[in-house]
């Protein structure tokens, strides 16, 4: 049997982005956000997956994930980041300044020294 990809998922949520991975078959091993409550969600719905409750603002805490998976020995095939989208969203005020706007920058630049 092949192996299944694995799947890291940076603003999970609750984990509705990273549960159409589990969908087609992918292994989600590990989320992170910053709502106590989305977290119990994800790791409830998400079986042996981690949940950690992380600031992605604080760029020495991507560090810490990155630190995490090679400490595991995990490797990562697929970076989900659904960063948040209110300054974006038709929904909301559009702020193209609002700060979070800049978050996916972050990893991108970051995330590529994962193994």
Same mark, same amino acid.
């Given at each position: ?10 603003? !999970?949520?609750?984990?509705? +982005? ?11 091993? *590990?989320?992170?956000? *910053?709502?106590?409550?989305? +977290? ?16 992605? *603002? ?22 989900? !980041?659904?960063?948040? !989208? ?30």
């Amino acid at each position: 049997m092949k192996e299944k990809f694995t799947v890291v998922d940076l603003f !999970c949520g609750a984990g509705g +982005l990273s549960k159409g991975f589990i969908d087609v078959n992918y292994d989600v091993i *590990f989320g992170v956000d *910053f709502n106590d409550q989305a +977290l119990k969600t994800f790791e409830e719905n998400h079986g042996d997956a981690k949940a950690m409750k992380l600031d992605l *603002f604080n760029h020495d805490n991507i560090d810490k994930i990155i630190e995490y998976l090679n400490d595991k020995n995990k490797k990562v095939d697929v970076l989900v !980041c659904g960063p948040p !989208c209110q300054g974006f969203s038709v929904a909301g005020p559009r702020n193209m300044n609002d700060k979070r706007n800049s978050l996916y920058l972050a990893m991108v630049k970051k995330f590529k020294n994962i193994k």
